[in-house]
């Protein structure tokens, strides 16, 4: 195997006897290089292909180390904001406050993942909050991530998770046609 050329990147060997790569992805902040690693060589390779593939369509995935708070903060003032009624805008940003923020907020936004968003749902729903807050903390988690996803912050949503289901009232009675009770239904 001959050597590589410039801007395709390294395959090294590492001390503890697993394989690296690296490659250079260009930011807003400039050059960065970025590291993967893999057990083999083999590994190491198809991380870097795919690593370099992705900087070729322009897919550089590199949020730094904000925090999931931090990006939902800016995402309300600078994607909701003035793009939706008053109304919207403060019940966005009191889900974010009240329920997200203080559950989530300090995860870094590249190591969010389905299951910290499916327990946000499962302790919300198990603290007693209705089913339908529960969807519209959901709804609102979902929409934020899709922004970053769609700004090329993230690959993919975290909150691609089925949300809660809205539970039938148990204290309604069931009304059958013939029923007295059904308007136009008949009394027998």
């Known amino acids: 195997m001959g050597k590589r050329g410039n801007g395709e990147g390294t395959i090294c060997r590492r001390k503890n006897g697993g394989w690296m790569s690296q490659y250079y992805v260009h930011t807003a902040r ?50 909701v904001r003035g793009t939706v009624r008053i109304s919207t805008f403060e019940r966005h940003e009191q889900i974010v406050r009240v329920h997200v923020n203080p559950a989530l907020g300090h995860i870094e936004l590249k190591n969010l993942t389905p299951p910290h968003v499916r327990g946000l749902i499962s302790e919300k729903l198990e603290a007693g909050l209705a089913p339908a807050t529960v969807r519209k903390v959901h709804s609102t988690l979902h929409k934020a991530l899709s922004g970053a996803v769609s700004d090329g912050l993230l690959p993919r949503n975290a909150a691609n998770v089925k949300a809660p289901r809205p539970t039938p009232k148990r204290d309604a009675p069931i009304l059958r046609r013939g029923s007295p009770h059904v308007p136009g239904g008949n009394a027998r």
């Open 30 to 79: 400039g050059r960065k290089r970025k590291t993967l690693y893999g057990k083999t060589r083999a590994e190491a390779a198809r991380k870097l292909a795919s690593a370099l593939s992705d900087r070729e369509k322009g897919l550089t995935f590199d949020v730094g180390r904000i925090t999931l708070g931090e990006y939902l903060e800016r995402w309300l003032r600078d994607s």
